[in-house]
């Protein structure tokens, strides 16, 4: 497959006439919105957009990133700036841009092109896309002397024989979907403990016996996979598994991956110690960790994990949350308002002199290991190099205060838009907060009014609000986190009208979004071959189909339950395929 790809590039573009105008001034998206001044003519992703192309017999040059994402940042900075590059784009393709927050199934289409045909996912992706609708080749992060090259080698060689490279597009296309065939297998409580056995093996070969969590060069929490080891451990106890969730959520919580001074965790860590965080913060990630760290305290039997939870819980109370607007925002980028990566979260030598008494900025530098330099550009983060004692930790939780107070006056840049999906990730965190903190029950209760008042409408969701519109159709993730959260909601009310309305918003996820060929994550994709698939994988958000199914398992529900029952017997190779990629399913498989 690989090699087909390699057979688009050739020659030099030549310029075509081109009239049309940046699209995305006042968009609802944040994201898009950075994009509105860019010399590149971005189009919306629409029909319009798409017979637009089939007039014209232009690729489709689809760029899909994230607000907080900083190689997006970086992609736009070197390459949708420039004139040159510009200039080609608007010339020979139709760009458009696309916020992966508002259209996720499109960008997990997207996202599954890019790893079937070149190994490799991520953000931001790029994806050429014939007028008909076939993805035909997709890129990562490029620097612009590369990215131009390709661009302008994809534009000739569509000049010259555009036929064949829509019949390749079309053939790979078909190669995906003839995977979608659903094929049953009897489901046993044998399978599922099969299956269990097998998770925890790979996370016992995969884990980092050293620093905890998966991963050699950089490190990423993979709540998904830690929640199900978690449910796996509290199912069938294992002193290995022990010892690798001890450790990974202690170096999580430890390390450079939470911020100790304002609360919550960062996206994830360019080392594999957990030291050298990517600065932008993501609701669903602290909702989720949220979540683990407050089952990883009843499982394993460790309060101070609670203690993390609720500070994850105060991050996003603090940052993520506005008076004037129900719901919890999408996330915090890592550049500040200078433009400067992790600008709101270091600390330079000056500052902290200012800021603190020479006993104090001493057991700072000390605490800190300032005595060498730091690895970032902008200053000192907060992490632990030289254990205090106690009544130096004493000590140093007055210090975090006054530099908490401190920061508050530097400005974080946000994504405000809410999301119905992780508004429904939060509304579980809270929810399960409330059992053993009642302080954040009023929370919890917010987030529930807002999901069933403002975004659940005539039987069905919005996708999102922003700037006080409502945009989008919610796709498979929006309606199953929602009832999931609306669940966990109901048991902490115990009121049955909460109960019927999560089993109402279940109902209809069962029926818009699985068919007998599968799992679909739209129900109106503008591709030509809609993606369904017999089980969706774990991603940074749990698997959809998974979910779907645990929640079912847990109403009072027949038609759920014979819903979910028949969804458990499919999927099986896949899990075969990669086990550590399904490991949602395979605690939905242990549920029942």
């Not at 690895?375 to 000192?380: A, L």
């Not at 302080?439 to 008042?453: D, H, S």
Request: a neutral charge; glycine letters at 6%; aromatic letters at 10%.
């Amino acid at each position: 497959m690989r090699i087909m790809f390699l057979l688009l590039f050739g020659l030099i573009a030549s310029p075509l006439t081109w009239g049309m105008s940046n699209q995305l001034k006042d968009n609802l998206s944040p994201y898009l919105a950075l994009h509105s001044q860019d010399p590149v003519e971005w189009q919306e992703w629409n029909a319009k957009t798409i017979e637009l192309a089939r007039k014209q017999n232009k690729l489709l040059f689809v760029s899909i990133g994230y607000f907080s994402c900083h190689w997006c940042h970086v992609m736009q900075k070197e390459s949708y700036r420039n004139p040159q590059i510009a200039a080609l784009l608007n010339e020979n393709f139709i760009p458009v841009k696309v916020d992966r927050e508002l259209m996720s199934s499109l960008d997990a289409e997207m996202q599954d092109f890019s790893a079937r045909t070149n190994g490799r996912s991520g953000w931001p992706l790029n994806v050429f896309i014939t007028p008909e609708g076939y993805p035909l080749y997709a890129l990562l992060y490029a620097p612009p002397q590369d990215f131009y090259q390709v661009i302008a080698r994809l534009q000739s060689r569509w000049k010259e024989e555009s036929s064949q490279l829509k019949l390749i597009a079309k053939q790979v296309a078909d190669s995906g979907g003839e995977l979608n065939k659903l094929r049953a297998t009897k489901f046993s409580k044998a399978i599922a403990v099969r299956y269990r056995e097998k998770l925890i093996e790979e996370a016992l070969a995969r884990g980092d016996t050293f620093n905890g969590g998966f991963g050699s060069v950089n490190k990423f929490p993979m709540t998904p996979q830690l929640a199900a080891l978690l449910e796996a451990y509290d199912q069938a106890p294992q002193p290995k598994l022990r010892m690798l969730l001890n450790l990974t959520l202690d170096k999580m919580a430890s390390q450079g991956l939470r911020d100790h001074i304002g609360g919550g965790f960062f996206r994830y860590t360019t080392d594999p110690d957990w030291r050298v965080p990517h600065f932008e913060k993501m609701l669903y990630d602290n909702a989720q960790l949220a979540l683990l760290y407050l089952r990883a305290a009843d499982v394993l039997k460790m309060p101070k994990y609670r203690t993390t939870a609720f500070e994850a819980l105060d991050f996003i109370l603090d940052e993520l949350h506005n008076v004037e607007s129900a719901g919890f925002m999408t996330s915090t980028s890592a550049i500040d308002a200078q433009g400067r990566e992790g600008g709101v979260y270091l600390w330079d030598k000056e500052t902290l002199k200012n800021l603190l008494s020479t006993g104090e900025y001493e057991l700072l530098s000390k605490t800190w290991g300032m005595a060498t330099p730091s690895v970032f550009e902008w200053g000192y983060l907060p992490i632990t190099i030289t254990e205090p004692s106690k009544e130096e930790s004493e000590t140093l939780k007055r210090i975090y205060t006054k530099l908490k107070k401190s920061r508050r006056g530097r400005i974080i840049l946000k994504d405000d838009k809410r999301l119905a999906a992780l508004n429904g990730l939060a509304l579980m965190a809270f929810s399960e907060a409330a059992k053993v903190a009642p302080i954040y029950k009023p929370a919890a209760r917010e987030v529930a009014q807002f999901l069933t008042e403002e975004m659940w409408h005539s039987q069905k969701l919005y996708k999102a609000k922003s700037k006080g519109r409502f945009t989008g159709e919610g796709e498979l993730e929006d309606y199953v986190f929602v009832a999931a959260g609306l669940l966990r909601y109901a048991k902490l009310t115990g009121e049955q009208n909460d109960f019927a309305v999560a089993k109402n918003v279940a109902n209809q996820a069962w029926k818009m979004f699985y068919t007998e060929k599968g799992w679909r994550q739209q129900t109106n994709s503008l591709l030509a071959k809609q993606l369904t698939e017999k089980v969706i994988g774990d991603s940074s958000v749990p698997s959809p189909s998974s979910e779907l199914i645990k929640v079912s398992l847990q109403m009072n529900d027949k038609q759920l339950h014979k819903e979910a029952l028949e969804a458990l017997q499919s999927g099986f190779e896949e899990m075969d395929q990669d086990v550590f990629s399904y490991a949602t399913h395979i605690t939905a498989l242990n549920t029942h």
